[in-house]
């Protein structure tokens, strides 16, 4: 058990809609990544947050959002969904501290788009 | 981040030490070496992850060559387990804070 919580486990909705995951980080870490991991792509980097901002974007689509709350947990939003969202979405938090921190993955929310 | 590159798939007999090998030539003086496992489709789990020293923990050993250009990651005694899918990444936090995985090494544990 890594310590960072997401829900939901799982989530089946249809195209065109919209859905919020949530991620709790691990006490004490500021720092909350977000990955999405579909069978062609491998694991990617969405997005990262820092104690409430954002700090550094990745592959992450125009209809996806996300924000760190005060009380450090966090929420990505996709809307419009289409059928290539289906992934697995990660996130990880850790302490960010430059030269080097180490990132512990949550256990993921399943997305499958029909 | 320095690209790595590792093989596609490994094996190993339950028991005995599995080695994971990964190389990192164009590795920067910054960049430390991590090693995450993914089982199934659970999240990445972090192993180890070093600079220029051998490191151990209670998971697993990591040496580096003296060159820093390539790294195994050495699981003792491998159980089945340990079946998972191995990534190496180089990764400078003071270049940017996201890990880029590849396709890692598929072990497989076999009784």
């Given at each position: 058990d890594s310590g960072v919580t997401q829900t939901p486990k799982h989530l089946i909705t249809a195209t065109g809609q919209r859905v919020t995951l949530r991620c709790s980080p691990r006490s004490g870490d500021l720092s909350v990544y977000w990955y999405q991991q579909s069978l062609d792509q491998g694991l990617q980097f969405l997005i990262q947050y820092y104690n409430g901002e954002e700090r550094a974007k990745g592959n992450i689509l125009e209809r996806f959002s996300a924000q760190q709350f005060p009380d450090l947990h966090s929420e990505l939003n996709l809307s419009s969904l289409e059928l290539g969202d289906s992934a697995l979405y990660f996130c990880a938090s850790s302490v960010y501290g430059g030269g080097q921190e180490t990132q512990y993955f949550g256990p993921g929310t399943r997305l499958l788009v029909l | 981040d320095a690209k790595t590159t590792?093989?596609?798939?490994?094996?190993?007999?339950?028991?005995?030490?599995?080695?994971?090998?990964?190389?990192?030539?164009?590795?920067?003086?910054?960049?430390?070496?991590?090693?995450?496992?993914?089982?199934?489709?659970?999240?990445?789990?972090?192993?180890?992850?070093?600079?220029?020293?051998?490191?151990?923990?209670?998971?697993?050993?990591?040496?580096?060559?003296?060159?820093?250009?390539?790294?195994?990651?050495?699981?003792?005694?491998?159980?089945?387990?340990?079946?998972?899918?191995?990534?190496?990444?180089a990764a400078d936090y003071n270049a940017g804070n996201m890990l880029t995985f590849g396709g890692g090494t598929r072990l497989m544990v076999k009784p």
């Open positions: - | 590792q093989p596609t798939s490994m094996d190993c007999a339950e028991g005995r030490a599995a080695n994971l090998p990964c190389n990192h030539s164009t590795i920067s003086g910054n960049e430390y070496v991590y090693w995450y496992r993914q089982i199934h489709s659970q999240g990445p789990q972090y192993i180890i992850h070093g600079l220029k020293n051998n490191e151990t923990n209670e998971m697993a050993s990591l040496i580096i060559t003296e060159d820093r250009k390539s790294s195994t990651l050495i699981l003792p005694h491998a159980t089945l387990r340990d079946t998972a899918v191995y990534y190496c990444i």
